[in-house]
C-alpha cells in the first residue's frame, strides 16, 4: 500500500467571471522511503499539489489517502505524520535553530528537556548542529534549509512535502542538499515529495514528474520491482 495516493484530484479556482485549473484529474503515489520531485513554471499547479497534499485544500474532485485513509477523514494524530517543510522562522517560535527545531514538539506536549534533546539530534542528523544556538538572521540559504529539515522531521513523519528545497541556495550547495534529503528518506523510510521550477533541482529523486496546466506527466506510479530467476551454478547442480 502507498504512503500517499492521489486519484484523479482535480482543484479549480473561481476568478470574478473566470475558472482557473489547479489541478486536472491528478493520480499519483508515493511509497515509504520513496523521493518524488514534481517540476514546472509558475501557474503549474504545483503550490496547488503541495496544499491538497497535506490537507490545507480539498480538491473539487476525486481522492487523497494518506496511509490508507481519506486525508479529509484522518485524525489530528495522523495528519501530524505530514511534515510540511517550510522556511519561515517565526520570532515567536523560538530565539535560535534548537527552539525552532523543538517547537513541534511542544506543540504535542514533550517535555521541554525531551524537546531539547530530540531538537539537538535532529540538527546532528542535517549536519546542523553548530547552528543549534544561532538565531536565524545570521544563517545562510543553504543552513536554513538544513534547519527547516531538522524541524520537519523531528517528530518522524510518514510523509514529508518540501516546496522547492534549493530555492536561493549557491549552486554548489544544492547537490549536498538534495543528496542528505534522499538520505534521510530511504535511511528513514519517509516518503518525500518535493517541487522544483529547474532541472538542477531535481538531484536525488527517485522518480521526476513534470506539472504543466495542472496536468501530470511521466511515471505517477512507482515501478514495479524486476523479478530475477536466480539459478545455481552447474556444478552445484549436478550434487
Known sequence: MSVLALENVSKRYRRGHRELVG??????????GEVVCVSGGRGSGRTTLLRIVAGTERPDEGRVRFAGVELRNASDALRRQIA????????????????????PLHAVNVSHDQAGLLAHRALERVGAADLAF??????IPSEAVRVALARAIVR???????????NGV??????????????????SGIATLLTAGDTASMTGADRVLRLTDGELLGQVAPAAAEVVELRRPASESSR
Open 23 to 32: 489541478l486536472r484529474n491528478v493520480s499519483l503515489e508515493i511509497e515509504n
Open 84 to 103: 510540511f517543510c517550510n522556511l519561515r522562522f517565526l520570532p515567536a517560535h523560538g530565539r535560535d535553530a534548537c527552539e525552532h527545531v523543538a517547537m
Open 134 to 139: 544561532t538565531p536565524p538572521h545570521e544563517w
Open 156 to 166: 518522524e513523519p510518514r510523509l514529508l512535502i518540501f516546496d522547492e528545497p534549493t
Open 170 to 187: 549557491d549552486l554548489l550547495e544544492r547537490d549536498p542538499l538534495l543528496t542528505l534529503i534522499q538520505g534521510i528518506a530511504h535511511e
